[in-house]
């Protein structure tokens, strides 16, 4: 295998007493869907948050494209290509959703101390919005407020902005939480769709999704990851069936 | 932008009578008129320069007032020691202005909620026992300018109608500046970080540099401010950054519509003349302005500009 994306080695993660994240290896190679699973508790989102920057590890690096980003703030990352979706959708409310778009876009075209123009007159902002707003299925919602949209156009909203950022690595958790069956279907195409042309992690519960969508999954217990692998091997692992899938296998 | 509702014309109205007030005040024979409504000018300008930061930003800086004292003193000090030349007053007061707010700022944005509306204050109790402890500059009584700033050519300040126009105009200038600023990238960065500093970051804003411009530029304003309050004024007082006149600024804001940029002016304009007109009838006005203000607050959250006309639904552009 070439160099990973991302690479995380010795992840630990303490709070108070318990171990969140457990000595924790795990690499992503570019281009892939790779998928985390685990029982709630698992430390699934703690995962990400640390490879976002947003908690910082006890111990372990994390190295993202060559460069160790261990220390580096979310904002840094996100700089670097990092994107992030919530598992509690996280949007601009009082924005429409077109600006909360654009607001994206501007993340990614260098500094943003223009006090003149008007940003909703730059199309440099605007038409890259406008199009990552149509590839989620929004482009009929772009003037309304992001409070006015229904939750699973928020989700999709998000998942846009974080694809206006033109990532390398997306960091999606849960993004099917609470969405209805046609809506996750969608969300399952839109994922499907980035296949190969972005590198993504995705956390979610719903395993008919993760089956159609990873390349390989973790399977994260306790903070461990008991198993990486293809689909297959993953559902025919014995430890995996034991620990998490039993029930449903 | 190009519908012609209640609240332009309005809008348009007061700023006819604005343009005509000195001739009316002349005509009236009433020059108290020109002196309150310059000194409400004045205040607009400090109120709409914390509006940037309150209202946009949501950093509720309680030592705002504190640049109104640097303009002041940056004038009524320079003036003490003959320096009347506004060239030279000027930009001292608005870089001395500036350097402070930056420096509270790098300090405060540290911090979020009630621990910055906590520094902020303590920052502008500092500066206030600073210029109480001044005695060669008047310490607590204040000083006395004896020669307003000197602007040249036909701009002579002694002359309470041109300086009336010329804050008139720096309060319209600064407002555009305002208005472009907001809806530009570096207000819809402010207006983000507001909303959703999580999202921010994670879309990889540096979140504090663009605070910390926005609460240098809002200082620096006030500071202007400040030096239009000391010509006014033909004085600079400690009490000019007293934390209760930071708390009239936040009355301002809030009383006229955070957020706005139009509504603290006007916010600033009804809390003068609320004072006014309350002080002429008692002395135990404070009495009566408290509930006042409680019952439009109560009544009218976003202000009177929100009552004038309710805000326009989100549309795209």
């Known amino acids: 295998m070439a160099e990973p994306l991302l690479a995380a080695s010795g992840l630990i993660k303490r709070f108070g007493g318990l171990l969140a994240t457990d000595h924790l290896d795990l690499a992503l190679a570019d281009g892939e869907i790779h998928a985390v699973i685990g029982p709630n508790g698992a430390g699934k989102t703690t995962l990400v948050a640390q490879l976002q920057g947003e908690l910082a590890p006890d111990a372990g690096t994390i190295r993202f494209a060559g460069e160790d980003v261990t220390r580096l703030k979310p904002h840094q990352r996100a700089a670097r290509g990092i994107a992030r979706s919530f598992q509690v959708t996280s949007v601009f409310r009082d924005l429409s959703a077109l600006d909360n778009v654009a607001l994206a876009v501007q993340a990614r075209a260098g500094h943003s101390f223009g006090m003149w123009r008007p940003a909703s007159s730059e199309r440099a902002l605007r038409e890259p919005a406008r199009a990552a707003l149509a590839r989620v299925g929004l482009d009929g919602r772009a003037g309304m407020l992001a409070a006015h949209l229904a939750h699973g156009e928020q989700r999709q909203l998000e998942l846009a902005m974080a694809l206006a950022t033109e990532p390398r690595l997306l960091l999606l958790d849960e993004p099917m939480a609470g969405m209805g069956t046609e809506e996750s279907a969608r969300m399952v195409r839109l994922i499907d769709g980035l296949r190969g042309a972005r590198t993504v992690l995705l956390v979610e519960h719903d395993m008919d999704a993760v089956f159609t969508l990873a390349d390989r999954i973790t399977v994260l217990v306790y903070g461990r990851a008991i198993a990486t692998g293809t689909p297959a091997e993953i559902r025919a692992d014995d430890a995996v069936r034991q620990a998490y899938l039993g029930d449903e296998a | ?317």
Not at chain 2, 40 to 52: E, P, R, T, Y
Not at chain 2, 84 to 90: D, L, S
Not at chain 2, 164 to 171: E, F
Not at chain 2, 180 to 203: C, D, Q, T, W, Y
């Open chain 2, 1 to 317: 932008m190009s519908r012609v509702g209640a609240r332009p014309l309005a809008l348009w109205f007061g700023l006819a009578l604005l343009l005509a007030l000195p001739g009316l005040a002349a005509l009236l024979d009433q020059p108290f008129y020109l002196t309150l409504v310059t000194r409400m000018l004045v205040f607009a300008i400090a109120a709409l320069s914390l509006d940037l930061i309150l209202g946009y930003g949501a950093m509720v800086s309680f030592g705002h007032a504190a640049y109104l004292g640097i303009g002041a003193y940056a004038v009524g000090i320079l003036a003490f020691h003959g320096v009347t030349a506004a060239w030279i007053q000027w930009p001292v007061a608005i870089v001395g202005s500036a350097a402070v707010a930056t420096l509270i700022g790098l300090v405060s944005l540290r911090t979020s909620g009630v621990y910055f509306i906590m520094i902020t204050l303590a920052f502008g109790q500092m500066l206030y026992f600073l210029a109480v402890s001044l005695k060669a500059y008047g310490g607590d009584d204040g000083l006395t300018i004896n020669v307003r700033s000197r602007l040249g050519g036909p701009l002579d300040l002694s002359n309470g109608s041109v300086l009336y126009y010329l804050v008139l105009a720096l309060l319209l200038g600064l407002l555009l500046l305002c208005r472009r600023l907001v809806a530009a990238r570096f207000g819809m960065v402010i207006r983000g970080a507001k909303s959703n500093e999580r999202r921010m970051r994670a879309l990889g804003f540096p979140i504090v540099r663009y605070r910390l411009t926005a609460f240098a530029l809002a200082g620096t304003m006030c500071g202007i401010a400040g030096v239009l309050l000391a010509n006014l004024t033909n004085f600079a007082s400690p009490a000019y950054m007293h934390w209760t006149r930071s708390g009239e600024l936040i009355v301002m804001v809030i009383l006229g519509g955070m957020g706005s940029l139009i509504g603290p002016i006007l916010g600033a304009f009804a809390l003068l003349a609320l004072e006014e007109a309350l002080s002429s009838l008692t002395q135990h006005w404070q009495v009566y302005l408290g509930p006042i203000l409680i019952l439009i607050v109560l009544f009218a959250r976003s202000g009177i500009y929100g009552v004038l006309a309710p805000a326009p639904k989100a549309s795209d552009g």
